[in-house]
C-alpha cells in the first residue's frame, strides 16, 4: 500500500499560483499510475490530472494549459504546479496512486487504490 501526503496548499488571490506536493512512501519512478482529484463540499470529485509510469501526462479540459503535472524522482513526490489560479479551482485536492497494470492511466477515481487526506485551496476574486 502506498502512503500519500500532500502539502502546499492555501489561500491565493485571482491570478495568482500554488504548487501541491504529494510525498510518496514508496518509490514512484516507475510501476504506478499517480493523478490529481478536488473536491468540494457537496460536489463530485473531479480529476485534475494524472501521470502514467512513462510520463505522458493528462489533465481535465478546465485545467488544460493552466496547471503542470510532474514528478521528483529523487524525492519520491507528486507535483501539480497551479498558475491562473480562478475561484473556480477552490476545492480540496488529493492525490491518489495505483498499479500501472497497462493500458493508460485515467481520471477515473474509482480505479485508484491509495489516496492521501488533501489539501485546501482557496482562490478569491
Known amino acids: 500500500q502506498m502512503h500519500l501526503e500532500e502539502s502546499g496548499g492555501g489561500s491565493v488571490q485571482a491570478g495568482g499560483s500554488l504548487t501541491l506536493s504529494c510525498a510518496a512512501s514508496k518509490n514512484i519512478g516507475s510501476g504506478y499510475c499517480l493523478a490529481w482529484f478536488r473536491q468540494v463540499p457537496g460536489e463530485e470529485r473531479e480529476g485534475v490530472a494524472t501521470l502514467e509510469s512513462v510520463g505522458n501526462p493528462r489533465y481535465a479540459v478546465s485545467v488544460k494549459d493552466r496547471f503542470t503535472i510532474s514528478r521528483d524522482f529523487t524525492r519520491n513526490t507528486l507535483i501539480l504546479q497551479m498558475n491562473s489560479l480562478q475561484p473556480g479551482d477552490s476545492a480540496r485536492y488529493t492525490c491518489?496512486?495505483?498499479?500501472?497494470?497497462?493500458?493508460?492511466?485515467?481520471?477515473?477515481?474509482?480505479?485508484?487504490?491509495?489516496w492521501g487526506q488533501g489539501t485546501q485551496v482557496t482562490v478569491s476574486s
Open positions: 491518489a496512486s495505483r498499479i500501472d497494470r497497462g493500458g493508460g492511466c485515467w481520471l477515473i477515481d474509482h480505479q485508484y487504490t491509495d
